[in-house]
C-alpha cells in the first residue's frame, strides 16, 4: 500500500499531453460536490509564459478554481486539504526553478549549492503530501533524458528534478509515464509488471 493513497504523479516532456491527462484524470475524479482547484507554480514574467499560461487557462471550464502559489506549495496544499477537493498541481519543475533561484543567482562557474530555504520547503511538500485528504494530481516534466547540462544550475537542475521524481515516484499512489500523448502507468491501478 501507499504512503501517499491520495497522491499521483504525471510526468512526461514537454508538449507530451501530461496536463491534459492530469486535467482529464482530475475531472473525472470529481462528484457533484467535489471542488476542483488548479494549484498553478507559472509566474508570468513574460510575454511567452504570459501566452502559455493563458493557453492553459482556456484549457480549463468553470468548475476549477485557480490559486498561484510559485514557492510556498506545502502551505498552499494545506490550505486546500480536504477530502471533497481535487488538487492539480502544475507543475513541480516551475516550482522547483522558482524555489532554486529565490535568493538570486549563485556563481554559475562554481559547483551549484543547494539554498537552505530550497530544501526546507522541499521537505515541508513532502511531509504535507504525506497528510492529504484531498486528492493530488501532481505534474512534472522529465528532463534528465538528454545531454547533460553545460552549466552548474542547469545540471543542479536536473539533478534535484531527478531526486524530487524519485522521493515523490516511492510514495505515490499512482504514477504515469505520458509520451505523445500516451499514457502509461507506472505504479498503481493498471500496471502491470512483467512476468
Known amino acids: 500500500?501507499?504512503?501517499?493513497?491520495?497522491c499521483t504523479l504525471v510526468l512526461g516532456g514537454a508538449r507530451s499531453g501530461k496536463s491534459g491527462f492530469a486535467q482529464n484524470r482530475a475531472e473525472a475524479l470529481a462528484g457533484p460536490q467535489t471542488?476542483?482547484?488548479?494549484?498553478?507554480?507559472?509566474?508570468?514574467?513574460?510575454?511567452?509564459?504570459q501566452a502559455r499560461i493563458a493557453h492553459h487557462q482556456t484549457q480549463?471550464?468553470?468548475?476549477?478554481?485557480?490559486?498561484?502559489?510559485?514557492?510556498?506549495?506545502?502551505?498552499?496544499?494545506?490550505?486546500?486539504?480536504?477530502?471533497?477537493?481535487?488538487?492539480?498541481?502544475?507543475c513541480l519543475t516551475l516550482w522547483l526553478s522558482n524555489a532554486l533561484l529565490a535568493d538570486g543567482m549563485q556563481d554559475?562557474?562554481?559547483?551549484?549549492?543547494?539554498?537552505a530555504r530550497y530544501l526546507q520547503q522541499r521537505a515541508a511538500l513532502?511531509?504535507?503530501?504525506?497528510?492529504?485528504?484531498?486528492?493530488?494530481?501532481l505534474v512534472s516534466n522529465e528532463v534528465g533524458m538528454g545531454i547533460t547540462p553545460l552549466s552548474a544550475l542547469a545540471r543542479c537542475f536536473v539533478d534535484e528534478a531527478g531526486r524530487l521524481h524519485q522521493a515523490l515516484a516511492a510514495h505515490c499512489a499512482q504514477v504515469y509515464w505520458v509520451v505523445a500523448g500516451l499514457p502509461q502507468c507506472l505504479k498503481g491501478a493498471g500496471h502491470r509488471q512483467a512476468d
Do not use: C, F
Open 1 to 6: 500500500m501507499s504512503d501517499w493513497p491520495h
Open 35 to 49: 471542488e476542483l482547484i488548479y494549484l498553478a507554480t507559472a509566474q508570468g514574467l513574460d510575454s511567452e509564459m
Open 60 to 90: 480549463r471550464d468553470a468548475r476549477w478554481r485557480l490559486h498561484e502559489e510559485p514557492l510556498l506549495l506545502a502551505a498552499a496544499l494545506q490550505q486546500h486539504n480536504q477530502a471533497h477537493k481535487v488538487i492539480l498541481l502544475d
Open 108 to 115: 554559475d562557474s562554481a559547483p551549484w549549492r543547494l539554498p
Open 126 to 137: 513532502l511531509d504535507q503530501l504525506g497528510q492529504m485528504q484531498a486528492r493530488v494530481i
